[in-house]
Nanobody
Framework: QVQLVESGGGLVQAGGSLRLSCAASGRTFGSNVMAWFRQAPGKEREFVAAIIRNSGRTYYTDSVKGRFTISKDSAKVTMYLQMNSLKVEDTAVYYC???????????????WGQGTQVTVSS
């Protein structure tokens, strides 16, 4: 089992920044793929960014490229999402996820955090 706990959400004005953290514990050695997803009110959960823990390779959805950066600490147990130049449309509950064969496939992830709210005001 893997436990994921997100933190760092909050309220920020458009153009501001936030840094989300996802602390992983338990059987983390098998979680080579970790990702951030988000879900806005009335919308489906969508992929935001992913990182391959062993290689460090990263992937982003087009709408956040150049603004968001996904990273991990050297011990590979904490994942981060640095969000800059935030827009109102970035408002959502952000979830971290771990352990999937395909980083973009929401249904494949075995473990999820409880989510953290990010609200961007105009």
């Amino acid at each position: 089992q893997v436990q994921l706990v997100e933190s760092g959400g909050g309220l920020v004005q458009a153009g501001g920044s936030l840094r989300l953290s996802c602390a992983a514990s338990g059987r983390t050695f098998g979680s080579n793929v970790m990702a951030w997803f988000r879900q806005a009110p009335g919308k489906e959960r969508e992929f935001v960014a992913a990182i391959i823990r062993n290689s460090g390779r990263t992937y982003y959805t087009d709408s956040v490229k150049g603004r968001f950066t996904i990273s991990k600490d050297s011990a590979k147990v904490t994942m981060y999402l640095q969000m800059n130049s935030l827009k109102v449309e970035d408002t959502a509950v952000y979830y971290c996820a771990a352990e999937a064969r395909n980083y973009y496939s929401l249904s494949e992830y075995n473990y999820w955090g409880q989510g953290t709210q990010v609200t961007v005001s105009s």
